[in-house]
């Protein structure tokens, strides 16, 4: 692909490869993410009743 695009292999030697650091950056977010939101959803699960209807909860 670089060889196709020499204007993006110059871009990556000047700036660094700004889409594969976006790409890490966007991942590390998921799963910071993911770690965040994982107790909502044990609790949402948690508080479903047989039905999945939530018991309790006021939403």
């Excluded at 000047?14 to 950056?25: C, K, L, P, S, W």
Aim: hydrophobic share 40%; charged share 25%.
């Amino acid at each position: 692909m670089l060889q196709e695009f020499p204007i993006y292999s110059q871009l990556v030697t000047e700036r660094g490869d700004v889409v594969a650091q976006a790409r890490i950056e966007a991942e590390r977010v998921r799963r910071e993410l993911e770690a965040a939101l994982r107790p909502l959803t044990t609790l949402t699960r948690s508080a479903q009743g047989p039905s999945g209807a939530g018991v309790g909860l006021g939403w």
